[in-house]
């Protein structure tokens, strides 16, 4: 399915899909929450920018750029701690435009959004504390 939405998106259609997997939390929610992924310039691609991104290893991730050298990316989600995956330029899928959460639409490029994700990416390196609290208070279902 992956291969089609990469399709679509290529072809400069935007596409809405369910999250799935807990990677993102607690930003981007299992199930709760739609993403619409889209087209992109090059100058969207930089730290911070959350992307469907196929990884040198062939699988993909939907987690957000924490650094770009030249064509290579190192992605991270934000609900994971010292997991990381590698990409190239070629292996973007897409970026993401918007969260959509109980009828509620966030744009990627909208304050409430770059702020929350400014913040969190500057706890990078002590976010395992508030992820264990929020993992306390959020149950998490086995994925199936």
Known sequence: MMEEIAQLISEGKNVSI???GYSMNPFIRHMEDTLTIGPFED???KK???ALVRT???DYVFHRIIERKGDWLLLEGDGNIGQQ???TLDGIAGIMHSVTRKNRIYSSKGLIWRTYSWIWMLLR?????PLVLWRKLNHQAPLK
Not at 125 to 129: A, F, S
């Open 18 to 20: 369910t999250a799935k």
């Open 43 to 45: 100058s969207d691609i």
């Open 48 to 50: 911070g920018t959350a």
């Open 56 to 58: 040198t290893k062939g």
């Open 85 to 87: 995956e590698k990409a």
């Open 125 to 129: 390196p002590v976010r395992l504390y």
